[in-house]
């Protein structure tokens, strides 16, 4: 998604009667708006700064328009530079790995895309729509129904749009998310419709069904015959019964996109640049860089990354060589890291002997945010609270401030072996992030056969590496460890009947849980990624 452009041009322009302006567009050219006009004679420049002409927009587009009065001579674009500024969800951003990794870099579909996704709230599908009949839209999502339905009851809607591309299209795919429920038995439809010459219409797939799930996600992939360059889309729908109890046919939102041929496919020679920051012991960050001109496709070329833990991904460059006055290849710099390939650990678990037994804690928890543990039951219920802080997270667990050291003892009703144990710990306030190194607090684990006399088992670390987080555990989408299931698990299996913790909290600190597993087990996981075979 767009969020700015910075556009910089020079012209010539001879007399007063001669005509240069820039326009832009984000709705694949239905309409424009002008962004400039020359007032000046002679040698002119525009700089020009968009923010709301472009935010938010997936694909502007930039319109130069010259009218020479007496000569096309006499009004004549010199240079034009455009830099873009996207919006980009980091989790699709390449990541590197601790140690050694293979990057390939190939071609895939020769084709350029041209995609509408329109805001369908508030009367914003006009701005893309070339038609439409009996549609109406919500003034914002509400959930349980979307926002684009019919007007009148019974009677149907429809919308069109057109995507006008400046070669051959190939492929069309288009389709949404759509929602069909109607009451008594009386069924709605929705119904979607493409055509290249915006007349003939083929029908392509219907939503007519009136059971669960009544939200589904569904598009159609249609090839397009050679020497097209427009394609027209239609959604139709008819809605029995639209109501505020969510009954009724409506589209939540909608995706189009238009494969063509672009004008050029040879590969050009280019310049990938990967920048990243590499994690020190003390958890501090050293920002590298890795460069590579790629001359050929495919190809395939390895970046070592050093440091003591996973890097930090910053960006991904990808530049055409020629642009690049020098185009380089190597580490930002000079030092090749080196390393072996990072391998992952699946992390297996055996009975959880805690689970349902009783335990005492040697100071009551507090009850603030809904925390508390009344029944004496929430520390062993088998349910490990959530891996976020604050929010709703303490009502789910016990929690104690810093100056006072509970020590929670659980009795697994015999003597038993026990291979690992666990605490989760979040917290109230502040939220430290155990992947930064910067929770405080400290978990010293004791065991007993008799519990009277307990032997000292050690220290939990609260402190993580990303290296060490099993592929099979999932972290929150912010990717911060500010809950979390700590585990100690001693050398050798202990024979214990009574398992204590004890808490020296240094904030306001939760545990949603306890446990103590016979065994726990990590295996070498290799996600086995196969690359292409490229020949270089």
């Not at 694909?59 to 020479?68: D, I, R, S």
């Not at 007007?151 to 749009?161: I, P, Q, R, S, W």
């Not at 995507?163 to 299209?169: E, G, K, S, V, W």
């Not at 996600?217 to 139709?236: C, D, F, L, N």
Request: net charge negative; hydrophobic share 35%.
């Amino acid at each position: 998604m767009t969020t700015s452009q910075k556009i910089y041009a020079t012209f010539f322009r001879k007399s007063a009667e001669d005509g240069i302006r820039m326009s832009v567009s984000v709705n694949n050219g239905l309409a424009w708006k002008e962004a400039w006009k020359a007032d000046v004679t002679g040698e002119v420049a525009a700089d020009l700064q968009l923010i709301d002409e472009v935010n938010g927009a997936y694909e502007p587009m930039l319109k130069v328009e010259l009218l020479g009065k007496a000569s096309a001579s006499n009004a004549v674009l010199k240079s034009l530079s455009i830099d873009t500024t996207t919006q980009v969800n980091t989790k699709t951003l390449p990541r590197l790995n601790l140690g050694k990794n293979t990057v390939y870099v190939g071609t895939g579909d020769p084709t350029e895309s041209i995609v509408l996704w329109p805001d369908l709230c508030a009367d914003h599908y006009k701005e893309m729509i070339v038609e439409e009949s009996n549609i109406a839209s919500a003034a914002e999502h509400r959930g349980y129904f979307g926002p684009l339905h019919p007007a009148t009851n019974g009677e149907e809607g429809f919308l069109v749009y057109r995507i006008d591309a400046p070669n051959d299209i190939v492929r069309l795919t288009y389709g949404g998310r759509f929602y069909n429920r109607t009451a008594d038995g009386v069924r709605g439809y929705i119904r979607l419709f493409h055509s290249t010459d915006g007349k003939t219409w083929t029908p392509s797939w219907t939503l007519d069904k009136n059971d669960k799930p009544y939200d589904v996600v569904h598009y159609e992939t249609v090839e397009i015959p050679k020497g097209v360059r427009s394609v027209w889309m239609k959604y139709a729908l008819l809605s029995p019964n639209i109501n505020d109890t969510g009954f009724g046919c409506s589209i939540y939102s909608l995706r189009m996109e238009a494969n063509y041929v672009p004008p050029d496919a040879t590969f050009q020679p280019m310049q990938v640049v990967y920048g990243w920051q590499e994690v020190q012991e003390d958890h501090s960050l050293v920002e590298r860089s890795h460069s590579q001109v790629v001359d050929h496709v495919p190809f395939t070329y390895t970046i070592n990354v050093g440091g003591a833990d996973h890097p930090v991904m910053e960006s991904l460059h990808t530049f055409l060589a020629y642009a690049v006055a020098e185009p380089k290849t190597g580490y930002s710099d000079g030092k090749d890291s080196g390393g072996e390939k990072f391998v992952y650990r699946w992390a297996s678990a055996g009975r959880n002997l805690a689970e349902g037994k009783p335990y005492t804690v040697s100071v009551p928890s507090l009850d603030r945010w809904g925390a508390g543990d009344p029944q004496g039951v929430k520390l062993t219920d088998g349910v490990v609270g959530p891996n976020y802080a604050g929010g709703t997270a303490p009502a789910s667990a016990l929690l104690w401030d810093e100056g006072q050291t509970p020590e929670i003892t659980v009795d697994l009703g015999k003597v038993q072996t026990c291979g690992a144990f666990r605490i989760h710990l979040s917290a109230g306030y502040p939220w430290w992030d155990a992947l930064k190194g910067e929770v405080k607090d400290q978990v010293k684990l004791l065991t007993s056969v008799d519990g009277k006399e307990f032997t000292d088992q050690g220290d939990f670390t609260l402190n993580l590496r990303r290296r060490e987080i099993p592929i099979n555990h999932m972290l929150p989408d912010d990717e911060t460890a500010q809950g979390f299931n700590f585990e100690l698990a001693p050398a050798q299996p202990v024979q214990a009947r009574y398992v204590r913790y004890k808490l020296t909290p240094a904030r306001s600190v939760t545990v949603s849980e306890v446990q103590v597993y016979d065994w726990v087990k990590y295996e070498p996981f290799d996600i086995q990624i196969s690359l292409p075979k490229t020949g270089s």
